[in-house]
């Protein structure tokens, strides 16, 4: 009898099992799958690691799993993950992640991040590249969407957006993420935008960069200019945030292709780095549906550094994800969405430590491990 209980064992248990059902099936899915979200959040980097770690730790695993011949094979990992449809995975996970970890907050920045483990020059294969939503106020992930090699991030992006909630949420995107179709998909789920704009829009580029340039300076005190500074690192950064009504700026035919446009945005950094002695100067443009607050959009806009800082970066420093080589498609995406689960979880923890020194802490001490997961005695 499991001495041990976890919501999340419950939920696997509805998932339908897509392999093949046989008298050979010697492991239940739910014992595959909870074995391999605790061998990703304890530090395990393959499933050859998972399953040698899982073993060591048996007795573990037996206190609320059936295990009817013991630990799983790294073959028996490879080939369900294989098979395993990463939306499926993702329906059960991500509603169980969020009543674990709570409400995610307004804001929801997207931005792709390419695999690079997992392509190959002989036979040609192309890296993975995958998608992502990311709560920056709460460290949570929210769901991601794989590029079709034939495809672009451009076209993942509706996909992605369509399985949010966006009501009343603020979603950021960079340059890439600068489509009519986006603006219109989160304007249509409730929520509002803020697009980077670069080059790859000209004219929308040159219409915002051409009214900031005649525009007067608002006052210090305007709610259309906001200025932070900070220190740290070597660096010294000042931060202005400008923004003008689209309506009176911008083109008839601009205002009509962006669907909910209200303002238009300019960010100037100041960026003084004490090793070189140097300033640089750097200039952003942005397009949104927000009205006209440089405080709330330069905020949003800020926070959208954290897809990059607190997720993307931990993924290659702390899980190694780019010097993992996984070459089918569907197993690497299934890692990939395991990766940001993990990330999200150790985020969660109000402790003390790295994520790295937590990461290994999961896998050393199984109490704690235990206590990511919300087990409970029964």
């Known amino acids: 009898m499991p001495a041990l209980t976890c919501a999340l064992v419950e939920k696997l248990q509805t998932m339908a099992d897509p392999r093949r059902q046989c008298a050979n099936l010697k492991h239940p899915l739910?014992?595959?799958?909870?074995?391999?979200?605790?061998?990703?959040l304890g530090g395990c980097e393959d499933f050859v690691e998972i399953a040698t770690w899982a073993k060591g730790n048996e007795e573990?695993?037996?206190?609320?799993?059936?295990?009817?011949?013991?630990?799983?094979?790294?073959?028996?990992?490879?080939?369900?993950?294989?098979?395993?449809?990463?939306?499926?995975?993702?329906?059960?996970?991500?509603?169980?992640?969020?009543?674990?970890?709570?409400?995610?907050?307004?804001?929801?920045?997207?931005?792709?991040?390419?695999?690079?483990?997992?392509?190959?020059?002989?036979?040609?294969?192309?890296?993975?590249?995958?998608?992502?939503?990311?709560?920056?106020?709460?460290?949570?992930?929210?769901g991601q969407v794989a590029v079709d090699a034939k495809s672009n991030e451009i076209t993942a992006l509706p996909e992605l957006l369509k399985l949010l909630d966006l009501h009343e949420k603020i979603g950021t995107s960079d340059a890439r993420g600068c489509q009519k179709d986006i603006a219109e998909t989160i304007v249509a789920g409730g929520g509002d935008y803020i697009l980077a704009v670069k080059d790859n829009q000209p004219t929308l580029h040159a219409e915002i960069q051409a009214a900031f340039a005649t525009a007067p300076t608002p006052p210090a005190r305007s709610s259309r200019l906001y200025t932070t500074e900070e220190q740290g690192h070597g660096r010294e950064e000042q931060r202005t945030v400008q923004v003008l009504p689209a309506r009176g700026q911008l083109s008839a035919a601009q205002l009509a292709l962006w669907l909910g446009v209200l303002s238009i945005v300019m960010v100037t950094r100041v960026v003084w780095c004490e090793a070189t002695g140097k300033e640089s100067l750097e200039v952003s443009y942005f397009l949104s549906s927000l009205p006209p607050n440089a405080r709330r959009i330069g905020s949003a806009i800020r926070g959208h550094w954290s897809i990059e800082n607190g997720l993307h970066w931990v993924l290659d420093v702390v899980f190694r994800e780019d010097a993992r080589r996984v070459y089918d498609r569907t197993t690497a995406e299934n890692v990939a969405f395991l990766n940001r689960l993990a990330v999200s979880l150790l985020r969660g923890d109000p402790g003390k430590g790295s994520l790295k020194v937590k990461r290994k802490r999961a896998g050393w001490h199984l109490s704690y491990l235990a206590q990511l997961l919300g087990f409970s005695s029964p």
């Not at 390419?114 to 709560?135: C, E, I, N, Q, Y």
């Open 30 to 40: 739910v014992d595959i799958i909870i074995v391999g979200v605790c061998g990703v």
């Open 60 to 142: 573990f695993f037996r206190s609320f799993l059936a295990l009817p011949h013991g630990i799983p094979s790294h073959d028996t990992f490879n080939r369900v993950f294989a098979l395993l449809k990463p939306s499926t995975l993702q329906e059960v996970l991500l509603p169980w992640l969020l009543e674990r970890r709570g409400l995610p907050g307004d804001w929801i920045h997207v931005d792709g991040k390419t695999l690079r483990g997992t392509g190959r020059s002989t036979p040609k294969l192309k890296a993975l590249h995958v998608v992502s939503a990311w709560a920056g106020q709460t460290g949570l992930t929210l």
